[in-house]
């Protein structure tokens, strides 16, 4: 199915979390959220949404990077141009430019849906899903103190979640985790999350990570290191997980030969979208490592991203795709997200994203947009 982009608006929206979400470098209260609309020349059009948060403390993009990023660079090099097929898309974003991948998948992502409205198919039937459902993890940001920490767990854990992800830093690590596994039993789940705050100077300390049988640790080193994880995987029974040192194929490939990690997070926004993911996701699966969907605290409208890529065969641990009403008082999509008691999310089978987008209550968070249209280049 062909698509020809005539327009994309860009708007900021603001929505505050239910509860400030806070990880090794920073806390997130009120998400303040990139949304595109595209629309195809035959009018067709969907929504589309940035991952980039308000501060480079995850990767080097931010929201207000990856605005100028789409304005000035990426979208010209799309509206008005045919593509035959929305795999196409990347190579246009990609070629001759340096990073900004949110930004790339915001608008690449975008136009995969946007071939499923066209279809008319589910994105994850377009991206070749087989799953119906995903199993759910979530994640935990760090608490003040461990009892606090074991409570949240706890009731993550009655409310049927499939993996329970605890956000750790130095100081806020062991004896949280452990009265996480106390209060929980060595059946529950657990896994940590350290987002770069240690060093290889903490190998010893992280070490003692193997007593509490985790089923991993994510990214315990530097966003963009592959060969000192491999040093730290070499000392250490948990499988690593790597999540922000993965922004490319190529970024994989190094994993997998240095033995950095042992399973994948995969954020499609992170990778500059779905053509990457699924080569990374292909790239895994033929050498036995396993992946999962992570997020980016994103609206109803990335979640849907999210779960239609997570519903390929690979995808095999549960991702952090948790519903609605683990973020937002309200999202801004209907149906909203829900999980079963057994910690399932279902997988759409109507066309496109496969929820439809509250416009008006966009339009109430709305706190800037602008139009951009094809212009005439020299
Ligand atoms: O490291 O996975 C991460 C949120 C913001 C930045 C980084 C991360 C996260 C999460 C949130 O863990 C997962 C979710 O969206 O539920
Ligand atoms: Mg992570």
Redesign the pocket.
């Known amino acids: 199915m062909s698509l020809q982009i005539e327009s994309i608006t860009l708007r900021e929206i603001r929505l505050p979390l239910v509860e400030p979400f806070r990880i090794s470098s920073g806390v997130t209260t009120t998400r303040r959220i990139l949304l595109l609309e595209l629309v195809d020349a035959d009018g067709a059009s969907t929504w589309s949404e940035c991952v980039a948060g308000d501060f480079p403390n995850y990767s080097p993009e931010s929201i207000d990077t990856a605005t100028l990023a789409i304005r000035e660079w990426l979208a010209p090099r799309v509206l008005g141009r045919r593509f035959e097929t929305p795999g196409d898309v990347a190579v246009a974003l990609s070629e001759d430019l340096r990073g900004h991948e949110m930004a790339q998948a915001a608008i690449e992502m975008g136009a995969w849906a946007l071939a499923a409205t066209k279809a008319p198919q589910s994105l994850a039937s377009l991206l070749g899903g087989t799953r119906k459902r995903i199993g759910t993890g979530i994640s935990i940001g760090i608490q003040s103190s461990p009892e606090d920490l074991a409570n949240k767990a706890e009731k993550a854990l009655g409310e049927g979640y499939r993996k329970i992800k605890l956000k750790i830093k130095p100081g806020q690590d062991l004896d949280y985790l452990h009265a996480v596994r106390n209060r929980l039993g060595f059946d529950a789940p657990l896994m940590a ?1 350290a ?1 770069n705050a240690y060093t290889l100077d903490d190998t010893d300390h992280l070490v003692q990570l193997d007593d509490l049988d985790l089923v991993m640790v ?2 315990p080193l530097a966003w963009d290191d592959v060969a000192r994880h491999a040093e730290l995987q070499r000392r250490m029974r948990t499988p690593i997980c790597l ?2 040192s993965i922004t490319n194929i190529a970024r994989a490939e190094d994993m997998i030969r240095l033995r950095s990690g042992r399973i994948i ?1 995969i954020k499609p926004g992170r990778v500059a979208g779905f053509a990457a993911s699924k080569a990374i996701h292909d790239l895994c699966e033929s050498n036995d490592i396993p992946v999962w969907c ?1 997020g980016m605290l994103e609206s109803g409208i990335g979640r849907a991203y999210n779960v239609a890529l997570a519903s390929l065969p690979n995808f095999t641990i549960p991702g952090d795709v948790s519903p609605s009403n683990r973020y937002w008082a309200r999202d801004i999509v209907s149906p909203e997200w829900t999980m079963d008691a057994d910690g399932w999310v279902e997988v759409p089978e109507s066309p496109g994203l496969g929820v439809e987008v509250d416009r008006e209550r966009i339009e109430a968070l709305t706190v800037q947009r602008e139009t951009l249209r094809r212009t005439s280049r020299v």
């Open positions: 999350d987002n994510e990214q999540d922000e997070n992570g």
